[in-house]
């Protein structure tokens, strides 16, 4: 999701939990962080939209990787010109959309996409997904 709305729906979650509101003078009930901590440490369990949204897109970026034959990843694959790759090449400024923001989270977060991909396993079949010369 784009920055502003991120921002936007993170000030919305923390005026509810304000008290206050004459003069534009609010008071925090709780400390954010304690909001964001999981049930079972104490806190609400509402999470850091910031890094659900991340982690969302990664999922999106795997499932473009393992369903080859879906219905979803051919429009993609035919939209962009794009063929049996699990790091698309698309040029950011030729897409957009969740795609645009699934090809930014992956080129920012460089360390975590290349551990993902070296703790991907494939298995060996028929050879029409791995082309056992040309994959390293």
């Not at 360390?111 to 994959?135: H, P, V």
Request: proline share 4%; charged share 20%; with cysteine.
């Amino acid at each position: 999701m784009p920055q502003k709305v991120a921002t936007e729906i993170i000030r919305i979650q923390r005026r509810f939990l304000w008290s206050g509101g004459q003069k534009g003078k609010f008071t925090p009930l709780v400390k954010w962080e304690l909001v964001q901590l999981p049930k079972c440490k104490g806190g609400l369990g509402v999470g850091d939209l910031v890094i659900k949204n991340s982690a969302l897109l990664f999922k999106w970026w795997w499932r473009y990787a393992s369903e080859e034959n879906s219905l979803w990843r051919r429009v993609v694959v035919s939209i962009h010109n794009e063929d049996q790759a699990i790091l698309p090449s698309w040029n950011t400024s030729k897409i957009s959309g969740p795609w645009q923001n699934i090809k930014k989270i992956i080129v920012a977060q460089k360390q975590t996409a290349k551990t993902f991909i070296q703790n991907l396993q494939l298995s060996m079949g028929n050879g029409s997904r791995i082309r056992f010369w040309d994959d390293c």
